[in-house]
């Protein structure tokens, strides 16, 4: 079993930064899966933000966010990332990390593991 917890989410004003980190299982090799971060904000569907492969490295973003979020990993850490600037209102939601064996999918039913969520209010 692949437990996630993501963590660093909170209230920020537009234009500022936050970054997420998602710890993944401890004692567990993630070399071969893939990992994404999603959102859902209130009455919308649950939306890809940003995805990699942990061996590869290779990163997808949604258009939304290119150019503003980065995805990234600590192997030491079994950590992964999202590091979140230029934060408009819009991107305001909660934001979930998911995980998977297999390549990257920016799709949520691409994925077996999802953590708890963690909230991001930006404020105008």
């Known amino acids: 079993q692949v437990q996630l917890v993501e963590s660093g989410g909170g209230l920020v004003q537009a234009g500022g930064s936050l970054r997420l980190s998602c710890a993944a299982s401890?004692?567990?090799?993630?070399?071969?899966?893939?990992m994404g971060w999603f959102r859902q904000a209130p009455g919308k569907e649950r939306e890809f933000v940003a995805g990699m492969h942990w061996s590869s490295g290779g990163a997808y973003y949604a258009d939304s966010v290119k150019g503003r979020f980065a995805i990234s990993r600590d192997d030491a850490k079994n950590t992964v990332y999202l590091q979140m600037n230029s934060l408009k209102p819009e991107d305001t939601a909660v934001y979930y990390c998911?995980?998977?064996?297999?390549?990257?999918?920016?799709?949520?039913?691409?994925?077996?593991?999802w953590g708890q969520g963690t909230q991001v209010t930006v404020s105008s």
């Open positions: 401890a004692g567990r090799t993630f070399t071969t899966y893939a």
């Open positions: 998911a995980a998977q064996a297999g390549h990257t999918q920016t799709v949520p039913g691409g994925y077996n593991y």
